[in-house]
C-alpha cells in the first residue's frame, strides 16, 4: 500500500508535514474533569486557524482531531464539535474528553471563524449576536474550490493540509499518545483521506462518507465540493483510500439509507484483502445503522466507544 499511497500524495501534491509549535490559547473553562481552550495556531500556509481544544484531567489515553460536518450551515464548524451550538449528535469534542481523550476541533476553510464575514462572531462565544448564514458565504466557499481549480490546485489538499497541521499540533501538546482523526459527512470526508496519507495517524473513523465515485456519478449523487478534483476517479476511489489506511485501524459508519455511505458494504469488502495482507483482520470495521445520513445516537455512541477504546495496540507507520 505504500506505492499506492505515494501514488495519490502526489497526484494531491500532499507532503507529509513539519512539526508544530504548542498553540495560543484565547480562551478557557474547566468544565468538571475537562478543560476546554479556545486556541489558535498557524497553517502550513501561514493562515491561523481556530479550534477547540479539550484536555482531560491526566495524561489523556489518546489524542483525536475531530472534523465538523458541513451540514450548509457556514456559521457553525468547532462550536458543533465543542456541543456549543448545532447538533448534540455531533458534539464529539466533550463526550470524548470526559473518556479521557484529548480532542482538537478545528474550523475548516470557509466555516465558522474562517467565513469571509466572521465579524458575525462566533455562535459559541457571542451567542448574543445575530446568527444566520450570509447568501454569500456559499459563494466564497465556492470560490474557495473554483479559484484553486483555475489555478490547477484542489482545495481538497488545501483542507488536508490543515488537518495536517491540526495533527502536528495533536503531535507537539502530546507527543507519546496515540493520535486518531474523525469526522462525520464532510469531516468524514477529510478524516479518511487524511488518515490514508498521513501514517502519524493510528487510528480513524469516517462517517457518512464512505461512498465510491463510481456509484456516486452512476447515480447522479451530489459531489462536495472538496471532492471535485479532475482526474482523481479515473485513477483512484475510495476503496483504494481504505486500503491506504491498513494496516491502522480504521472505523466506517454507515446509514442503510444514507446516499452518501450508499456502497459502503462493498467498499469496505473490496478493500478488506489490504487488511488481511496485512495481518490487520480486526482493524478494519463497518457499522451501519438502520438510518439516513444524519447521525442518530447509536451511531454517535459506537463512534465514541471505538475512538475511546481504539488507541489500544494503534499502529503508527514510517512517513
Same mark, same amino acid.
Given at each position: ?14 507532503? *507529509? ?6 498553540? $495560543?490559547?484565547?480562551?478557557?473553562? #474547566? ?8 486556541? $489558535? ?11 477547540? %481544544? ?7 489515553? &489518546?489524542?483525536? #482531531? ?17 456541543? %456549543? ?12 474528553? =470526559? ?6 476541533? *478545528?474550523?475548516? %476553510? ?19 449576536? *445575530? ?52 469526522? =462525520? ?33 452512476? =447515480? ?32 466506517? #459508519? $454507515? ?14 469488502? $473490496? &478493500? ?48
Amino acid at each position: 500500500m505504500d506505492s499506492l499511497r505515494a501514488e495519490i500524495r502526489s497526484f494531491l501534491r500532499w507532503k *507529509p508535514p513539519g512539526s508544530a509549535q504548542a498553540p $495560543s490559547v484565547r480562551h478557557e473553562v #474547566v468544565d468538571g474533569n475537562v478543560v476546554r481552550k479556545l486556541v $489558535s495556531y498557524s497553517a502550513l500556509d501561514g493562515e491561523v486557524i481556530q479550534a477547540f %481544544l479539550f484536555e482531560p484531567v491526566g495524561a489523556p489515553r &489518546a489524542a483525536v #482531531v475531530v472534523l465538523h460536518q458541513h451540514n450548509s450551515d457556514w456559521l457553525l464548524g468547532k462550536s458543533e464539535v465543542a456541543g %456549543l451550538a448545532g447538533d448534540p449528535l455531533q458534539a464529539f469534542g466533550p463526550a470524548l474528553a =470526559h473518556a479521557g481523550v484529548m480532542v482538537l476541533a *478545528p474550523d475548516a %476553510l470557509g466555516f465558522e471563524s474562517r467565513r469571509a464575514h466572521a465579524d458575525a462572531g462566533s455562535p459559541a462565544l457571542a451567542p448574543q449576536l *445575530p446568527r444566520g448564514a450570509r447568501p454569500s458565504d456559499w459563494v466564497q466557499y465556492y470560490n474557495h474550490a473554483m479559484h484553486r481549480l483555475v489555478r490547477g490546485e484542489f482545495l481538497m489538499t488545501k483542507l488536508l493540509e490543515d488537518t495536517a497541521s491540526a495533527v502536528s499540533v495533536l503531535e507537539a501538546l502530546s507527543p507519546a499518545t496515540s493520535l486518531g482523526i474523525a469526522g =462525520h459527512s464532510f469531516g468524514g470526508n477529510l478524516a479518511l483521506f487524511a488518515a490514508a496519507l498521513d501514517t502519524r495517524l493510528a487510528f480513524a473513523v469516517s462517517s457518512g462518507a464512505v461512498c465510491s465515485f463510481r456509484h456516486k456519478l452512476a =447515480h447522479g449523487t451530489a459531489l462536495e465540493m472538496a471532492l471535485v478534483i479532475p482526474g482523481f476517479a479515473s485513477r483512484f476511489d475510495f476503496d483504494d483510500l481504505l486500503r491506504c489506511v491498513a494496516p491502522r485501524k480504521l472505523l466506517v #459508519v $454507515s446509514g442503510a439509507l444514507d446516499p452518501l455511505s450508499a456502497d459502503a458494504t462493498a467498499v469496505v469488502a $473490496s &478493500a478488506r484483502s489490504a487488511f488481511v495482507e496485512r495481518h490487520a483482520t480486526d482493524h478494519l470495521r463497518h457499522f451501519q445503522a438502520p438510518g439516513a445520513h444524519e447521525l442518530d445516537r447509536p451511531r454517535f455512541d459506537a463512534i465514541v466507544d471505538w475512538l475511546t477504546n481504539a488507541s489500544e495496540c494503534g499502529v503508527r507507520e514510517p512517513p
